[in-house]
Nanobody, 120 residues
Framework: QVQLVESGGGLVQAGGSLRLSCAAS????????MGWFRQAPGMEREFVAG???????SYADSVKGRFTISRDNAKNTVYLQMISLKPEDTAVYYC??????????????WGQGTQVTVSS
């Protein structure tokens, strides 16, 4: 069974930075588009950023200019570099295989996520 393991979250002050990682056990990782999603307490999970197989990138308006998604196919890993963090970025962050046409998860499968908390 495919596993997605997110890491790198933590507690930071507003204006700080974090780099999230997501390691996939899928050996054909390079064939997949990948995305990051987040879910704040009491809110629905939302799209944050996506990266295609060829490296094309897409971002939610709320994070444009602050977050950068990247991938390392040799390591089966996708990253999310976050700068200028805001309290409203506080959420559990998840990675997922991505349907690039809809920017929705390709499968209904989620790892454990990684908690990001931004204090004001």
């Amino acid at each position: 069974q495919v596993q997605l393991v997110e890491s790198g979250g933590g507690l930071v002050q507003a204006g700080g930075s974090l780099r999230l990682s997501c390691a996939a056990s899928e050996r054909t990782f390079s064939n997949y588009h990948m995305g990051w999603f987040r879910q704040a307490p009491g809110m629905e999970r939302e799209f944050v950023a996506g990266i295609s197989r060829s490296g094309g990138k897409s971002y939610a308006d709320s994070v444009k200019g602050r977050f950068t998604i990247s991938r390392d196919n040799a390591k089966n890993t996708v990253y999310l570099q976050m700068i200028s963090l805001k309290p409203e970025d506080t959420a559990v962050y998840y990675c997922a295989f991505l349907d690039i046409s809809t920017m929705r998860p390709l499968y209904d499968y989620w790892g454990q996520g990684t908690q990001v908390t931004v204090s004001s």
